[in-house]
């Protein structure tokens, strides 16, 4: 594609695709965004470039740090922290909401996201883990039907998800929240919307305890929570 305003072949504008590169991790928090590498790497103007960034850097994927240009946000583990603490309410209040609102159907959803997630937990394989660790929380927030609580939710997953902490690289992680997933899989499965909250605010407070004993940040995948 030749430089222009920018719209991939897919609809994509130019906020949208650094976006994603954030998102991914192909872009490491504290990495300088210089103009002219971006508008190369994604075959577009300087000026669209610059919206994008103006762009990210009011939903706070990107900072601008003086006479340093634009960079990737750094998240700290204490800011991180802070946003689980908000996060254990909501994902509790959605568990609740989902177990008030699940059909069997569901149900059967949400007990096979559990079976494959013991399977990833046998063959020692964290990425499929964690993939299935977030189609977990996602399918139990559309069950929840929460509207408000679903997109304050997804404003915090964007601001952590391409931080890499050292607790999702620690040996064990996922057999260590395995059990909690399933606890909550058992208790919105089952319509116990007292225990689908209490478990859910369980697990993340896990995350919130083991956050607070590790080093603040790493640059390679995430594997799971």
Not at 129 to 136: G, P, T
Not at 163 to 188: E, K, M, N, Y
Request: aromatic letters at 2%; glycine letters at 8%.
């Amino acid at each position: 594609m030749s430089q222009g305003s920018g719209r991939a072949a897919d609809g994509q504008s130019p906020a949208d695709r650094l976006r994603a590169l954030i998102l991914a991790g192909e872009m490491a928090p504290g990495q300088r965004l210089v103009e002219g590498d971006l508008a190369e790497l994604l075959q577009v103007k300087r000026s669209a470039v610059r919206t994008a960034l103006v762009e990210l850097t009011a939903e706070r994927l990107v900072e601008r740090i003086r006479n340093r240009g634009a960079r990737v946000r750094v998240i700290t583990v204490a800011e991180a922290t802070a946003m689980y603490e908000c996060r254990m309410v909501l994902e509790g209040l959605c568990a609740r909401k989902a177990a008030e609102n699940v059909t069997e159907d569901e149900a059967e959803q949400l007990r096979a996201i559990g079976a494959s997630m013991e399977a990833a937990v046998r063959d020692g394989d964290p990425l499929r883990y964690s993939q299935l660790n977030e189609r977990l929380h996602t399918r139990i927030r559309e069950i929840a039907a929460q509207p408000v609580a679903m997109e304050m939710l997804e404003g915090m997953h964007a601001q952590l998800v391409r931080h890499r902490f050292r607790l999702a690289l620690r040996p064990g992680r996922p057999g260590q929240s395995l059990p909690q997933h399933l606890r909550i899989i058992t208790t919105v499965a089952g319509g116990d919307a007292e225990g689908a909250e209490a478990a859910m605010r369980e697990h993340v407070m896990d995350v919130i305890r083991a956050l607070g004993e590790g080093d603040e940040l790493a640059l390679g995948p995430l594997p799971a929570e």
